[in-house]
Nanobody, 118 residues
Framework: QVQLVESGGGLVQAGGSLRLSCVAS????????MGWYRQAPGKQRELVAV??????????DYADSVKGRFTISRDNIKNTVYLQMDSLKPEDTAVYYC?????????WGQGTQVTVSS
């Protein structure tokens, strides 16, 4: 069974930084697509950043609201995907979820809370 465990969330002041990590219980292959989504209270879950599979010609994709501030990366040896978040804003407050896509199946982590105070 595939499990994803996120960590690194917390409370930070506006302008600060956090680094989220997501560790998978299986070996991550470069052909797997991985990403980060977030859900704020009363809002739908939205894409934050996606790291495409090695079979894709696309580069990493980001929501317009986080471009230039967030960076997604992965370490396949450690079975981990990261989200470096800089210049955080109060509107970044949400529960952040890790996604692992293998073929037609999406696997989700349990989420980690990020709260940015003004």
């Amino acid at each position: 069974q595939v499990q994803l465990v996120e960590s690194g969330g917390g409370l930070v002041q506006a302008g600060g930084s956090l680094r989220l990590s997501c560790v998978a219980s299986i070996r991550i292959l470069s052909i797997y697509r991985m990403g980060w989504y977030r859900q704020a209270p009363g809002k739908q879950r939205e894409l934050v950043a996606v790291d495409p599979s090695s079979s894709s010609t696309k580069y990493a994709d980001y929501a317009d609201s986080v471009k230039g501030r967030f960076t997604i990366s992965r370490d396949n040896i450690k079975n981990t995907v990261y989200l470096q978040m800089d210049s955080l804003k109060p509107e970044d407050t949400a529960v952040y979820y890790c996604l692992l896509n293998i073929g037609a199946i999406d696997y989700w982590g349990q989420g980690t809370q990020v709260t940015v105070s003004s």
